[in-house]
């Protein structure tokens, strides 16, 4: 595969405003408030224990909100997605090394429940893009579980012969279709599951009464299918409509299209390869790239500080930026664009939170 292709006119100019070190520690995600337009501007990481949120300023700084530290000294947060209870309010999911999920309500800064279920580290979390109240988990205990974060009920756990046989590192819901998710994981697969059979027990998980423990929990034991695009370990999975983008630990984001395969979910399915996004230097685990909120565009780092911004739905791929400074050496483990992509952070294996402007 050769050099990412440039094109002049697709060409996008961004601007370094300013690098702010959080402290003497990894950080491995980073996430814009998507959820409440009052918030599209605000954005928190996580790293060591702690939870920290910040506002993006008009101005080219970082005002520090708020901050969490877990009280385990020794729990090492790995992602976080933001969420909302039934009113609206925000709320922020962190997990990582513990494998047990902090639900902390940012109008108050305190932590508001724990959910506990998962028997390894968790490595991604994300939110319902309708239903907010609702939350994904991948672990490295091989499951996918479903919760409620209103209710703290653990409703679906997606596992079992034909799941995941390692851990499992990534995640997504499917923008449209809200029955429908993606995981992938260090078994080199991905999978999609549907819920739509169990999904009169979502609507229960809202409505229960009785202690989270004695909710009906269930299994989803069998994927719609399962697919092998990468030769290694694949970190990271976000649908795109109903194509899938994966990034595995090869130096490159595949953009392909599953085909479900109804008599026999337990075989590999035939995928269609539509496009490939090189990134150099990207061959180790754990890092994730994002989009802005309509998926025009996304941001990827690497191992060397870089950050490569491409145009995601342009045929063949366009890449209209590739980002570097010399205070950036670096791995960038996850990036977050905002809401219209003119600003684009980064999170640093070095405890540094870089931002940059169009």
């Known amino acids: ?28 995600a980073i996430s814009f408030n998507f959820i409440d337009s009052r918030y599209y501007n605000v954005f928190a990481t996580v790293g060591t224990n702690r939870v920290t949120i910040y506002r993006g ?14 009280e385990d000294k020794d729990e090492e947060f790995f992602t976080l997605s933001w969420a909302a209870d039934l009113v609206g309010s925000p709320l922020l999911v962190a997990a990582g090394n513990n494998g047990i999920i ?37 672990s490295k205990d091989e499951s996918v579980r479903l919760w409620n974060v209103h209710t703290g009920i653990c409703i679906l756990i997606f596992a079992g012969l034909a799941g995941h046989q390692n851990a499992v590192l990534s995640v997504d819901f499917h923008p449209y279709d809200m029955h429908h998710i993606a995981s992938c994981g260090m078994d080199n697969t991905i999978k999609i599951w549907s819920m739509k059979e169990f999904w009169p027990y979502v609507e229960k998980s809202f409505t229960w009464a009785d202690l989270p423990s004695k ?8 994927p719609l299918m399962s697919a092998v695009v990468h030769s290694h370990f694949v970190d990271c999975t976000r649908w795109l409509g109903d194509f899938i983008l994966s990034k595995g630990v090869d130096n490159e984001i595949v953009l392909w299209q599953p085909k479900i395969n ?10 269609n390869v539509l496009q490939k996004y090189p990134v150099p230097n990207s061959d180790i685990l754990f890092v994730k790239f994002s989009c802005d909120f309509h998926f025009s565009h996304l941001a990827i780092g690497n191992r060397e500080g870089k950050i490569y911004v491409w145009e995601v739905q342009a045929s063949p791929p366009v890449l209209v930026a590739e980002l570097s400074n010399r ?12 809401f ?19």
């Open 340 to 358: 219209d992509g003119s600003m684009i952070l980064a999170c640093s294996q070095d405890g540094s939170i870089y931002r940059w402007d169009k």
């Open 57 to 70: 300023l008009p101005d080219g700084n970082l005002a520090l909100l708020q901050a969490y530290n877990d």
């Open 102 to 138: 902090q639900v902390i309500n940012c109008g108050t800064g305190k932590l508001l429940k724990t959910l506990v279920g998962h028997g390894g580290s968790i490595y991604e979390i994300r939110t319902h893009p309708r239903n907010p109240s609702l939350i994904i988990s991948a």
């Open 262 to 271: 109804g008599e026999n979910p337990i075989e590999l399915s035939i995928i």
């Open 1 to 28: 595969m050769g050099p990412p292709r440039r094109n002049s006119s697709h060409q996008q100019e961004y601007k370094l405003r300013m690098k702010h070190t959080e402290g003497n520690y990894p950080l491995y």
């Open 215 to 222: 909710f009906p929990t269930k299994y989803v034991q069998l």
């Open 327 to 338: 205070q950036c050496k670096e791995i960038i483990r996850h990036t977050a664009m905002s």
